[in-house]
């Protein structure tokens, strides 16, 4: 209450329709004691928060380019009163003039709950419970601030009306403009001749002006007519009417356009209808335009059951204007639990050509699929105790290179059952697994494939010291047909095998000078499994994987269950970790290996070789986190007898809030020498830009090369980028010049290509 030498004189009003007492408002001044206060139903004043902000997606702010300075009204945010039904009136000067009608002159503030009115004078009728200002006046609550020329109040119909009026809304730091601004109990709001931004008040970088707008609360949704949308002072968009929505509820509408070019498509646009049609359901339809293509529409259908969930899409254009024939793509997720222990999960991928990504993907690991996958898979999970699972299998082939002897095996169908006791005398444990699988390819040996593992595993455990041992049986049998593709290939092979392995470790701690706990952990594995000659058995999910730490410890050099190597080695490793005393974050990790194998093994694949007896390579990992921006990591496959490392692979990141550097090299013996640079950096002021340049040493050839610049401001932002790529298997490459105008608070127009998007895969 501000000190004043004249005081604000205190009335009681006349009897409303000359009945009951009369009614009592308070009017604080500095002269007499405030009598009881006035209570009337609270005025609902509308969040106007959200009122302009489409559902296109808006871009993240970072730190650096924090939201614009808005305007201050000189007004700051009210205290909640005890009683949010309570107005509080306050003033130098109060006159009471006939049928309750009071002029209110000088510092005049009204408050009701969260709200606060301020004017320099404004008259409150008693008998109709309204207020009314004929002069500049600022209204402001948690959501809103308005500075209006003329208002007008009902506090009992709780309707409202300003006039000549600038609001700002400090939650996502818009402001505007209104000729007439209406308020009313149901939560609208009708606005004529208004404008709206996020932008400084002295800065015009975007601004969306409309003949009126109307926004419900109710529904969550806001209607413009005679929209236009300038930028830089130019219009560059205008609709005759269009809907958004105002809160994050999910609506039907249009979603804001991406824009490209490349050499494969020539002009590309699209242009999202999203569709809200229930609250567990929704679709989006997408027509794409493409000058050198033709028209494409796509279809994203998403679900959530109550016990499940899946999303679809389909991908169609009815002729393309290069090949003259039809072109689509079909996908379908689908996970559901079918009862407490039962779960199913279904996926469906299929195109109607080879080169459907090579043409249509846009990116480098699309054109690089050489197989579509169409599974469903159903699985009973008994809690500790047992696991079975079906699997119905099939593939689509995309790599034109590629002939039908070298695409995967269809599994109609794989069983799977896995089992495990828990411990019992002696800590040990019983277990099973088996598989069937019948095997299907074309002018291909085809079959199925019955494999049995029981086993018994035993394990003890210290505070520094580990010990496991495990013995198990394999039995495989295959029943095959059309052996006819493979000569000499018996239709009824089968293997029978044991197996044994232990494994011992050690614990060590020690706390460094730093306060820093650091491990040692040597551990030492044995594995035997005796020969049995394979060469009779098919190959149809067999093969060997690279030679990494992991394989130190492996039951079976090879994948899948066609070959069962014969081992008699052990495997000696060592790893040194050292962890945050604070967080207990690993900050270094290092690990070194070895095979030693006491007889070389005899088991082989088709065409393949097996390795020699004594030492294998040194197998070595290594993983520091320099500080919280800086992390390096390095893996290493040396071979003592050649004296060099026939795989390696090495990484650098530095990251930092603004800035990221990413350096990757990798390394395989006669495949593989690939470098790999990402650059994000500011440049000066509002310039940025990003980059990234893969390059295949071994070819002497670039695989991809990306770079991007982009200006920002405070409320918009205009990002442009260039890319070339390897589109198609045979080495073909593809570009484009992506350009895309982002519009905080508002949505973007555009599309970066995912350059210097967060979510793309150039920062994977």
């Given at each position: 209450m501000r000190s004043r030498k004249d005081r604000a004189s205190l009335h009681e009003g006349p009897p409303r329709d000359g009945h009951g007492p009369p009614s009592k408002t308070i009017l604080r001044g500095q002269r007499e004691p405030a009598l009881h206060p006035l209570t009337r139903p609270a005025l609902h004043w509308l969040a106007l928060a959200a009122g302009l902000s489409l559902s296109a997606p808006a871009w993240a702010l970072e730190e650096g380019n924090?939201?614009?300075?808005?305007?201050?009204?000189?007004?700051?945010?009210?205290?909640?009163?005890?009683?949010?039904?309570?107005?509080?009136?306050?003033?130098?000067?109060?006159?009471?003039?006939?049928?309750?009608?009071?002029?209110?002159?000088?510092?005049?503030?009204?408050?009701?709950?969260?709200?606060?009115?301020?004017?320099?004078?404004?008259?409150?009728?008693?008998?109709?419970?309204?207020?009314?200002?004929?002069?500049?006046?600022?209204?402001?609550?948690?959501?809103?601030?308005?500075?209006?020329?003329?208002?007008?109040?009902?506090?009992?119909?709780?309707?409202?009306?300003?006039?000549?009026?600038?609001?700002?809304?400090?939650?996502?730091?818009?402001?505007?403009?209104?000729?007439?601004?209406?308020?009313?109990?149901?939560?609208?709001?009708?606005?004529?001749?208004?404008?709206?931004?996020?932008?400084?008040?002295?800065?015009?970088?975007?601004e969306l002006h409309a003949g009126d707008i109307r926004m419900d609360k109710a529904t969550g949704f806001g209607t413009a007519r005679n929209a236009r949308l300038d930028f830089l002072g130019l219009p560059i968009l205008y609709a005759p009417w269009f809907r958004f929505p105002i809160d994050d509820r999910r609506h039907t509408g249009l979603l804001y356009p991406t824009v490209g070019d490349s050499d494969r498509t020539g002009f590309d646009m699209q242009v999202p209808l999203y569709l809200n049609l229930a609250p567990n359901y929704d679709a989006t339809l997408t027509p794409r335009l493409m000058t050198d293509r033709g028209t494409q529409i796509a279809t994203d259908f998403r679900y959530l059951l109550g016990r499940g969930e899946g999303k679809a899409r389909y991908e169609y254009l009815s002729e393309d204007k290069k090949t003259g024939e039809?072109?689509?793509?079909?996908?379908?997720?689908?996970?559901?639990?079918?009862?407490?222990?039962?779960?199913?999960?279904?996926?469906?991928?299929?195109?109607?050509?080879?080169?459907?990504?090579?043409?249509?993907?846009?990116?480098?690991?699309?054109?690089?699929?050489?197989?579509?996958?169409?599974?469903?898979?159903?699985?009973?999970?008994?809690?500790?105790?047992?696991?079975?699972?079906?699997?119905?299998?099939?593939?689509?082939?995309?790599?034109?290179?590629?002939?039908?002897?070298?695409?995967?095996?269809?599994?109609?169908?794989?069983?799977?059952?896995?089992?495990?006791?828990?411990?019992?005398?002696?800590?040990?444990?019983?277990?099973?697994?088996?598989?069937?699988?019948?095997?299907?390819?074309?002018?291909?040996?085809?079959?199925?494939?019955?494999?049995?593992?029981?086993?018994?595993?035993?394990?003890?455990?210290?505070?520094?010291?580990?010990?496991?041992?495990?013995?198990?049986?394999?039995?495989?049998?295959?029943?095959?047909?059309?052996?006819?593709?493979?000569?000499?290939?018996?239709?009824?092979?089968?293997?029978?095998?044991?197996?044994?392995?232990?494994?011992?470790?050690?614990?060590?701690?020690?706390?460094?000078?730093?306060?820093?706990?650091?491990?040692?952990?040597?551990?030492?594995?044995?594995?035997?499994?005796?020969?049995?000659?394979?060469?009779?058995?098919?190959?149809?999910?067999?093969?060997?994987?690279?030679?990494?730490?992991?394989?130190?410890?492996?039951?079976?050099?090879?994948?899948?269950?066609?070959?069962?190597?014969?081992a008699n080695h052990v495997a000696i490793a060592t790893t040194l970790r050292q962890l945050d005393p604070d967080s207990g974050?690993?900050?270094?990790?290092?690990?070194?290996?070895?095979?030693?194998?006491?007889?070389?093994?005899?088991?082989?694949?088709?065409?393949?070789?097996?390795?020699?007896?004594?030492?294998?390579?040194?197998?070595?990992?290594?993983?520091?986190?320099?500080?919280?921006?800086?992390?390096?990591?390095?893996a290493a496959q040396w071979s003592p007898s050649e004296n060099e490392f026939n795989r390696t692979s090495f990484g650098f990141s530095y990251r930092s809030d603004r800035r990221r550097l990413d350096l990757g090299y990798r390394y395989r013996e006669n495949q593989l020498e690939q470098t790999d640079v990402i650059l994000s950096t500011p440049l000066w002021q509002r310039w940025s830009a990003a980059g990234r340049w893969r390059y295949s040493l071994e070819d002497e050839q670039t695989l991809d090369t990306q770079a991007g610049l982009q200006y920002e401001t405070c409320c918009w932002a205009l990002r442009t980028s260039y890319r070339r790529y390897i589109a198609t298997t045979s080495g073909d490459f593809s570009s484009g010049i992506y350009v895309q105008l982002a519009l905080k608070g508002l949505g973007q127009i555009g599309s970066g290509s995912g350059l210097l998007q967060s979510d793309s895969d150039f920062y994977e």
């Open positions: 924090a939201s614009c300075p808005q305007l201050d009204f000189g007004v700051a945010a009210p205290e909640p009163t005890l009683d949010p039904e309570q107005v509080i009136l306050n003033a130098d000067h109060a006159a009471l003039e006939q049928d309750g009608l009071s002029k209110l002159i000088g510092s005049v503030r009204l408050r009701q709950g969260d709200k606060l009115f301020s004017a320099e004078q404004m008259d409150y009728d008693d008998r109709e419970n309204t207020v009314r200002v004929n002069a500049e006046s600022v209204f402001r609550n948690r959501e809103m601030s308005v500075r209006s020329q003329e208002a007008e109040f009902d506090l009992d119909s709780q309707t409202g009306v300003f006039h000549d009026s600038e609001f700002t809304m400090p939650s996502n730091s818009a402001r505007g403009t209104a000729g007439r601004l209406s308020l009313n109990r149901e939560g609208q709001a009708e606005m004529e001749k208004v404008s709206f931004t996020t932008c400084a008040p002295d800065s015009h970088g975007w039809m072109r689509d793509y079909a996908h379908l997720e689908h996970r559901s639990l079918l009862n407490a222990r039962t779960s199913l999960a279904m996926l469906y991928d299929g195109t109607s050509d080879k080169t459907y990504f090579e043409d249509f993907g846009g990116r480098l690991d699309l054109s690089a699929i050489t197989h579509l996958e169409r599974s469903a898979r159903l699985t009973y999970q008994a809690p500790a105790a047992y696991r079975v699972q079906a699997l119905v299998q099939d593939f689509q082939p995309l790599a034109s290179s590629l002939v039908a002897v070298d695409d995967p095996y269809r599994r109609l169908p794989q069983v799977l059952v896995d089992a495990e006791t828990r411990k019992s005398l002696f800590d040990t444990r019983a277990g099973f697994v088996g598989e069937y699988v019948n095997f299907v390819r074309e002018d291909s040996v085809q079959g199925q494939r019955i494999d049995l593992r029981p086993y018994l595993r035993t394990e003890r455990e210290g505070a520094a010291w580990f010990a496991r041992g495990q013995l198990g049986y394999d039995y495989t049998t295959y029943k095959l047909t059309d052996t006819d593709f493979s000569p000499g290939q018996s239709t009824d092979p089968s293997r029978s095998l044991p197996t044994f392995s232990a494994e011992y470790g050690l614990r060590f701690e020690r706390i460094t000078g730093s306060n820093q706990l650091q491990l040692l952990e040597p551990r030492v594995f044995y594995l035997y499994t005796p020969y049995e000659n394979q060469d009779d058995q098919p190959v149809f999910d067999g093969g060997e994987p690279d030679f990494e730490f992991t394989q130190l410890f492996s039951q079976n050099r090879f994948l899948g269950r066609d070959r069962v190597s014969d974050v690993t900050r270094f990790s290092a690990s070194i290996g070895q095979l030693f194998r006491f007889q070389a093994p005899r088991v082989t694949l088709p065409d393949g070789t097996a390795p020699d007896s004594g030492a294998t390579d040194f197998i070595a990992s290594l993983d520091y986190r320099i500080s919280e921006k800086l992390r390096t990591v390095m």
